[in-house]
């Protein structure tokens, strides 16, 4: 076999690259350990050298029998084997005559060659990170894996590798165009190849990127890190280098002197984030970017609070001292978790900058998402399509970023229209490369597990003493220069300490990391304590209805199914009734005509679970056609988002909560296919939406839709689980509330969210409305129906939806029991769909003037004023809770306290319901209607609590 076919077929599958219409510079060749042979179509004798060979040997004879990549790769390597251009050969009247064996072995020795070097460039580019040197504590073996790949030349007797000798380093050679060490040369010597190579890939930075299927994008990282020069700093970016570092480590240092016994979560080891951060931001700017959202872990936080977002140094020493006396706002959180807003110039660009870091818990990652959110609402008010103007950042730890799903969830969604944000700078704080000085934290003794890795942290020479040496030694500072800035960082914290001894209360609200100019008066508060009715005009719920039934674009073919749909809405809106569909259409398209932007997000939303919304229509003749038509209600309306999100709920509900965290005029709702299915988003509504206001003084409107309710479908398909929000909520179970004017929405404001299960299509129109209408913003989470989307009876009239009504927060009983309340026996208290299932059960039982059946559409804050008056009009009848859910689970836990209160524990309140169970419903139908049918002959058993005691 000759050389060139011995090459060949050791470059295995990449050389059918040679076929493609391109350069062959911009071929991608393997090293010879790329696998096995391939057999190339085509080729005579069944290998790809045969067909090199082949190429070759019709090029010498015809240069236009080839393709032009062919001719021009051929051409190169022969004008380096001779003084003056290629001469091939006429056309041979023999076409099997080839030229003499000489002159082919010394032109395929250059092709080989040539060859030889764009691979060995291209294994550099594929594994130089191997051998680079990353590890500042010089313990690789210890942590980092020690392969070092054959192909990279880490000794002379490594050039054998690819048939190259010593004598052959001081040759020149073409360089492909897939790289860009040669800058403005187009050849180089083989030693200078090598030593450029090693200079960009096996040096302080490993690059690890030709997994990547973009080409341009791997272009563009190596043109910024192969080019000559291209990591050469002037003097004046090294200067600014040196003072950023300066602040960086003199902020660590002043608060381990001031504070040693604090955990405070510091930067050290790793103190180069802090300029890296500042000149992503100013390099931001230069091009544009005028909003900037981070999110990160709690390690080097304040550093990053004090020196990249500017929060006053004051502010944050106060943080420390152990008797300021927090103000009214919350219970606050720890100073590592806490975050910030602040506009600013940024000094380098001398433009206006907006710098916010989002608050974040001890989940190190859970963050994430909710700085996209964020972004993308940025984004999207500042109509900023392509992310020219915001952008974020995101600092990982290196453990946490592979460990935590959250972060694959996040970048999930990076490439949804509705959800992507154009790209997020990704800053990894590497322990294997940094280090961490003190362990986890302040008070972690890391000897204990880590002693040689703490041995040589303890023999580290600073990094900002080792920049400083190194700038003083080429003069670019003097030591006095560089002593004057230490000095004056100090200064700067000692002034800011003492201020800071003033500070007698603390403030969490001078740590807001999304304030709403304009909402709240300037203290923060309400602007009023009372809420508008929530009804619209009726010609408008007419408009709504109208559109919600037609197709507003012309020569759009729908289903025939949805056709029937759309002429049931039709029928409804002449008929003056809605049902739930339509209900929640006409809240959010009178909301939309008020300018308020409306986005729904979740998995099928667009159309539904229960196929009842059909918000996007789909025209069945052209792929792709679709139509909105919320979005044609009006000429000058808010804009309409729906949107079908990736199969999840952590990363989706955690994007959308930091969506509407970034204005208060936006009804921003989440909808789980089903209910039970929140639960792998339990960290975002523990730590964020429950908490979020009391921690972060964060107000948040956002909407969580779930569908609720036991009907046979199993454990998995049945309950949103209303028992654990109702145990989160904050409203005092044992406080005998004083009733005032405004007391329904001071009570809103109070708690920590609402909690809502509406029975009625009207209810939960006014919900949605009264979401938006409330002088201040809160967390609205809505146990929705499954089987009541088209229960017969579960329709309203616009009676109850035009101006001048409201939602309402208790459904008393208007039947003939209300009406003779003193012949009433039994009273049975119940939310959602378990209603109609009492309501048809009395009906079978004729007991409509003994039974009342009360409502309770708002769960939390609690109703007592409402519940007072309803157990008043019925002195006589004995008090039910009645639930379709198990004993222990479900609303009984949270009702029955507050029941005790507001009677003053002079009546009970007895349980009608499942007995207790480890699951939240059957898998069994027939079991299921059996549970049923006994909880509701209990319901209506008049007898069933005589003689016993409660």
Known sequence: MSQLRLLTSRLGLRALRLLAPHDVQMSSWRSRSSGPQTTFPGSRG???????????????????????????????????????????????????????????????????????????????????????????????????????????????????????????????????????????????????IIQRLESTYCQHIGLEFMFINDVEQCQWIRQKFETPGVMQFSSEEKRRLLARLVRSMRFEDFLARKWSSEKRFGLEGCEVMIPALKTIIDKSSEMGIENVILGMPHRGRLNVLANVIRKDLEQIFCQ??????????????????????????????????????????????????????????????????????????????????????????????????????NGTVHVVVNNQVCYRRRGHNEMDEPMFTQPLMYKQIQKQVPVLKRYADKLIAEDTVTLQEFEEEIAKYDRICEEAYGRSKDKKILHIKHWLDSPWPGFFTVDGEPKSMTCPTTGIPEDVLTHIGNVASSVPLEDFKIHTGLSRILWGRADMTKKRVVDWALAEYMAFGSLLKEGIHVRLSGQDVERGTFSHRHHVLHDQEVDRRTCVPMNHLWPDQAPYTVCNSSLSEYGVLGFELGYAMASPNALVLWEAQFGDFHNTAQCIIDQFISTGQAKWVRHNGI??????????????????????????????????????????????????????????????????????????????????????????????????????????????????????????????????????????????QCLEDQVAITRLEQISPFPFDLIKREAEKYPGAELVWCQEEHKNMGYYDYINPRFMTILNRARPIWYVGRDPAAAPATGNRNAHLVSLKKFLDTAFNLQAFEGKTF
């Not at 052959?168 to 040369?185: A, N, R």
């Not at 103007?389 to 730890?397: A, P």
């Not at 409203?731 to 509330?737: L, N």
Request: with cysteine; aromatic share 10%; hydrophobic share 35%.
């Open 46 to 192: 069944g290998g790809g050298s045969s067909y090199m060979e082949e190429m070759y040997f019709a090029w010498l004879e015809n240069p236009q029998s080839v393709h032009k990549s062919w001719d021009s790769f051929f051409r190169k390597v022969s004008e380096e084997a001779s003084c003056g251009p290629p001469h091939p050969q006429a056309p041979s009247v023999v076409p099997e005559s080839r030229p003499a064996a000489s002159s082919r072995t010394k032109t395929s020795k250059l092709v080989e060659d040539h060859l030889a070097v764009q691979s060995l460039i291209r294994a550099y580019q594929i594994r130089g990170h191997h051998v680079a040197q990353l590890d500042p504590l010089g313990i690789l073996d210890a942590d980092l894996d020690s392969f070092v790949p054959s192909d990279l030349i880490t000794s002379i007797d490594k050039l054998a590798f690819y048939d190259l000798r010593e004598a052959d380093l001081d040759k020149e050679f073409q360089l492909p165009t897939t790289t860009f060490i040669g800058g403005s040369e187009h050849t180089l010597s083989l030693r200078e």
């Open 320 to 421: 420390f001292d152990p008797k300021l006396e927090a103000a009214d706002e919350g219970s606050g959180d720890v100073k590592y978790h806490l975050g910030m807003y602040h506009e600013r110039i940024n000094r380098v660009t001398n433009r206006n900058i907006t710098l916010s870091l989002v608050a974040n818990p001890s989940h190190l990652e859970a963050v994430d998402p909710v700085v996209q959110g964020k972004t993308k609402a940025e984004q999207f008010y500042r109509g900023d399509a392509q992310g020219k103007k915001v952008m974020s950042i995101l600092v990982h730890g290196d453990a946490a970023f592979a460990g935590q799903g959250v972060v694959y969830e996040t970048f999930h969604l990076s490439d949804l229209p509705s959800y992507t944000t």
């Open 703 to 844: 909407v969580l839709l779930l569908p609720h309710g036991m009907e046979g479908m199993g454990p998995e398909h049945s309950s949103a689980r209303p028992e654990r929000f109702l145990q989160m909520s904050n409203d005092d179970s044992d406080a005998y509330p004083a009733f005032s004017e405004d007391f329904e929405v001071r009570q809103l404001y109070d708690c920590n969210w609402i909690v809502v299960n509406c029975s009625t299509p009207a209810n939960y129109f006014h919900v949605l409305r009264r979401q938006i209408l409330l002088p201040f913003r809160k967390p609205l989470i809505i146990f929705t129906p499954k089987s009541l989307l088209r229960h017969p009876k579960a329709k309203s009239s616009f009676d109850q939806m035009v101006s001048g009504t409201s939602f309402l927060r208790v459904i008393p009983e208007d039947g003939a029991a209300a009406r003779a309340p003193e012949r009433v026996r039994r009273l049975i208290f119940c939310t959602g769909k378990v209603y109609y299932d009492l309501v048809k059960e009395r009906s079978n």
